[in-house]
């Protein structure tokens, strides 16, 4: 599986982006649970919002809820981060990843197989 990661640049405080990451090599994602972390600089990574690729059920990170939503594209194989009301606090190198054999969380991320590049938000205050 290769994820690609796209739609980071750098934002002010109050604005909106939406993360995009294309995901190739399979047939099919039906399985698949798609997470977006992210990893600040001094920091260590964070879980941001994961979905199900066939039903589309979701969880968030309490910090992001209501602000972030995820989403996904079965026809495109994109799952999308719209991010709004960004805070500085949400700067960070933002990184989709996705696996199939998981606890009972989604937000650990040793549990995702395949991960993607990583790109940057940055918001200014």
């Known amino acids: 599986v290769q994820l690609q990661a796209s739609g980071g640049g750098l934002v002010q405080a109050g604005d909106s982006l939406r993360l995009s990451c294309a995901a190739s090599?399979?047939?099919?994602?039906?399985?698949?649970?798609f997470g977006w972390f992210r990893q600040a600089p001094g920091k260590e990574r964070e879980f941001v919002a994961a979905i199900t690729y066939n039903l589309g059920t979701t969880s968030y990170a309490d910090s992001v809820k209501g602000r972030f939503t995820i989403s996904r594209d079965r026809a495109k194989n994109t799952v999308y981060l719209q991010m709004n009301s960004l805070k500085p606090d949400d700067t960070a190198i933002y990184l989709c990843a996705t696996g199939t054999r998981f606890g009972s969380t989604w937000a650990n991320e040793n549990e995702y197989g395949f991960w993607g590049q990583g790109t940057q938000v940055t918001v200014s205050s």
């Open positions: 090599g399979r047939s099919t994602f039906t399985n698949y649970v």
